[in-house]
C-alpha cells in the first residue's frame, strides 16, 4: 500500500499564515500539519509516499527531506497550481494509483492516529471514511445506506439542512484499490478531465461513480479518535484546542465559554441549561419564523421590556431585559460607591464586576449556609448592596422564601441592596411559590433587585436573554441609561413573545428535570469516591475523595470520553477542596457520564 498526498491549495483563507509557505506547513501547536501527518503514515508499512507539491513546493520539498522518515517520499509538482484545483493534482499522480492499493488524504487534515489505523485495517478494498454531519462541517456530503453502501454525493442543489441527521461528512481520507484505480477512477478521471476541465474536486469522480450499479465504494464510518479539516483561521484555533497534549486541552476549551458545537462528539456537563426545555413545539415555531427573524431588526430596548413584562406579569416600567444577565449585572454592580457584600464560593461575576467587595466565605463543610448566618456577618458592615444566588452555584444552597424576606428587611434596615439572583429557582423543589418575582412583592421591598438568566432556566442560553426588576426607578433609571437600544436580537425577542403560552409545556418539563435530577443524584452517589451535596438547582456538587483530584478527573473525562465537567478547586472559596460540578442533563447523556466516572474511579 502507498499513500498520495494532495498538497498543492494555496490556503488563501488562512490569509497571511499561507503567504510565505504551504498551507501543509502551517504549524498546529508549533507542529506543521505535514509533518505531523507524515510521521503518522511512517509507523505503517507503506511502499512510498506521493507529495502533490504546489504553492511552495520547493520549501516543502526542503522541508519534507529534513524529516529522516523511513518511508520513501516521492515529490510530483503541480505546475499550474494557481489555476487547477486537485483533480488535476490527482491528475497528475493518476499513474501512481495504477501501481499499489493506496490511501489519498488532504494535507489540511489532522487527527488522531486511530482514524488512519481503522481505515488501513478494514477489510473492504475501497472506502471513503465518513463521520455524522454536523452543523458547522463543510465539504463533501454523502448518503449512506445500511450496508454502508454510498448511495449519493450531494451537490449544494441536493441538500436540505432538515435532512441532515441522515447525512455523513467525508473526511478526505479514502483507500483504492489499485483495480479500483485502474477500472473506475482513473479512467473517469481522465475522461472528467478532458471533458470537463482541472478546475474541479477530485470527488466530482467520486460522485460520477457512484452512479454505477458496481462501483463497489464503502463508506467507513468513523467509530474512534478525533480530525479537523483546517480552512481559516478559526479552524486552527480549534483545532489547536482539540489536538494539544491532554494537561492543556481542559485549560484551552473551558476557556472558551463555549461555541462547543464545533467539537465533535463532546458532551457539555459543564455549562448549565434546561435539558427539557424548549420542547419540540416551540421550537418548531421559532424555525417557522427563523427568516423573517433573521432578516429584520429586533424591537428597540423598550419594546422587549414590555414583553417580558407582559410574558412575567410584572409592571413594564419595572423590568430591563439584557443580552444576557451579565450584560445586567455590570452596570449595576460598578456603580456602587460602597463595598458589595458577595459569598464565596457563589457566581464571580458579581465580584468581578464590583469595585470592592466584603466577602462572606462559607465555612460548612457541605457548603450550606443560612439567611442567619449571612445577617451575623454582615450585620457591623457598611455595604451598598448584599448578593444571594438562591439557589447558589455551584452549590445548589437553597433558602427558604421566608428567609429570604428576612434578608431584604435587613439590607432595608442598613440602605442596601437585596440582589437576588433566582437563575436556578424554577429547578427547585423545595416550595409551591419559592419566587420573589410579583409586582405586590416588589413594591413591598423596594429594595430588592431580582435577576433572572432565562438562558439557564428556560434552556436557551444561545439567545442571551437575562432579565432585571425592580420597584426602585432609579434603579433601573441608573442601568437603562448603560443598555443599548438594541441589545437583544430577533430570535431572543420573539422567545419572549411566544414563550408565555408554553407555561404549562414549561411546568412539565420542570417536573421531569426533577426526577431526572434524583436519579443521577442516586447515580453519583452509588460510587464510593464522591461526596455528593444537595442541590437545588440543575447541577449536582461532587467532592472526589482518597486522594483523587478534581483536576485529575476533569482531564481524564475529557481525553478518554470526551466529557467536560466544572473542575472547582481553583474556585474563591472552595480551595484546598477537591470538587467538581456536574450539570444535570437528560437520562441517556447522565447514565454515559456516571459509567465513565466508574471507570475512571475504580
Known amino acids: 500500500m502507498q499513500a498520495i498526498i494532495l498538497a498543492a491549495g494555496m490556503g488563501r483563507r488562512l490569509k497571511q499564515l499561507t503567504e510565505h509557505q504551504p498551507k501543509c506547513m502551517v504549524p498546529v501547536n508549533k507542529i506543521p500539519l505535514i509533518e505531523r501527518m507524515l510521521r503518522q503514515l511512517d509507523q505503517y508499512d507503506l511502499e512510498k509516499i506521493i507529495l502533490v507539491t504546489g504553492h511552495k513546493g520547493e520549501l516543502l520539498r526542503s522541508f519534507v527531506e529534513s524529516l529522516s522518515l523511513r518511508t520513501t517520499v516521492v515529490f510530483i509538482d503541480n505546475p499550474v497550481y494557481e489555476t ?30 486511530e482514524v488512519l489505523t481503522q481505515i488501513i485495517k478494514d477489510p473492504r478494498p475501497n472506502l471513503a471514511l465518513t463521520a455524522p454531519f454536523e452543523s458547522w462541517m463543510d465539504g463533501t456530503v454523502v448518503l449512506i445506506d445500511q450496508q454502508d453502501n454510498i448511495m449519493k454525493f450531494l451537490t449544494r442543489k441536493d441538500f436540505r439542512f432538515e435532512d441532515i441527521h441522515s447525512y455523513y461528512k467525508t473526511v478526505n481520507i479514502y483507500k483504492f484499490s489499485q483495480n479500483f484505480s ?43 479518535g478525533f480530525w479537523y479539516e483546517i480552512d481559516d483561521e478559526q479552524d486552527l484555533d480549534i483545532a489547536e484546542s482539540i489536538f494539544t497534549d491532554s494537561q492543556s486541552r481542559l485549560l484551552r476549551l473551558s476557556e472558551r465559554y463555549g461555541g462547543y458545537w464545533r467539537y465533535p462528539g463532546l458532551l457539555d456537563f459543564c455549562y448549565l441549561v434546561n435539558p427539557y426545555f424548549p420542547n419540540s413545539r416551540l421550537m418548531g415555531e421559532i424555525k417557522a419564523s427563523f427568516e423573517i427573524l433573521t432578516t429584520s431588526y429586533p424591537s428597540g430596548l423598550d419594546i422587549n421590556n414590555l414583553l417580558a413584562a407582559k410574558s412575567l406579569g410584572l409592571d413594564k416600567n419595572q423590568v430591563l431585559t439584557g443580552n444576557g444577565a451579565t450584560e445586567l449585572i455590570k452596570p449595576l454592580l460598578r456603580s456602587f460607591e460602597k463595598p458589595v457584600g458577595v459569598l464565596r464560593p457563589s457566581f464571580s461575576e458579581y465580584e468581578n464586576c464590583a469595585a470592592s467587595v466584603i466577602p462572606y466565605t462559607v465555612s460548612s463543610r457541605d457548603f450550606s449556609y443560612t439567611a442567619e448566618d449571612l445577617m451575623d456577618f454582615y450585620s457591623d458592615k457598611e455595604l451598598s448592596a448584599l448578593v444571594l444566588v438562591n439557589p447558589d452555584n455551584p452549590s445548589g444552597n437553597y433558602i427558604k422564601k421566608e428567609d429570604v424576606q428576612k434578608l431584604a428587611q435587613f439590607c432595608k434596615d442598613r440602605n442596601a441592596l437585596l440582589i437576588l439572583d433566582e437563575s436556578f429557582l424554577d429547578f427547585s423543589d423545595k416550595e409551591e411559590e419559592p419566587s420573589f418575582m410579583t409586582p405586590e412583592i416588589l413594591n413591598a421591598n423596594q429594595n430588592l433587585v431580582l435577576i433572572k438568566s432565562i438562558s439557564k432556566s428556560y434552556g436557551v442560553p444561545g439567545l442571551r436573554l437575562g432579565i432585571l426588576t425592580c420597584a426602585d426607578p432609579d434603579i433601573i433609571a441608573l442601568v437603562r441609561k448603560e443598555l443599548p437600544i438594541w441589545n437583544i436580537n430577533s430570535l431572543a425577542e420573539y422567545f419572549l413573545q411566544i414563550f408565555e403560552k408554553y407555561q404549562g409545556d414549561y411546568r412539565d418539563a420542570l417536573k421531569q428535570f426533577q426526577e431526572t435530577r434524583d436519579e443521577l443524584f442516586s447515580l453519583l452517589g452509588s460510587i464510593r469516591q464522591l461526596t455528593l451535596y444537595p442541590s437545588q438547582a440543575n447541577f449536582i456538587l461532587c467532592e472526589v475523595r482518597d486522594g483523587c483530584s478534581a483536576h485529575q478527573i476533569a482531564e481524564l473525562l475529557l481525553n478518554r470520553y470526551n466529557i467536560l465537567v466544572k473542575d472547582l478547586s481553583h474556585k474563591p472559596g472552595m480551595e484546598g477542596r477537591e470538587c467538581i460540578r456536574i450539570a444535570v442533563r437528560n437520562k441517556e447523556d447522565n447514565k454515559r457520564l456516571c459509567d465513565a466516572l466508574k471507570h475512571i474511579l475504580r
Do not use: M
Not at 99 to 107: C, P, Q
Open 84 to 113: 487547477t484545483n486537485n483533480i488535476y493534482s490527482l491528475y497528475l499522480a493518476k499513474d501512481c494509483l495504477l501501481e499499489d492499493d493506496t490511501l489519498l488524504l488532504e494535507s489540511d487534515l489532522i487527527f488522531e492516529q
Open 182 to 224: 485502474s477500472t473506475h477512477y482513473v479512467p473517469f478521471l481522465e475522461a472528467y478531465s478532458k471533458a470537463l476541465g482541472n478546475n474541479a474536486y477530485y470527488e466530482q469522480v467520486l460522485k460520477v461513480i457512484s452512479l454505477l450499479d458496481d462501483h463497489d465504494l464503502k463508506a467507513s464510518r468513523l467509530e474512534n
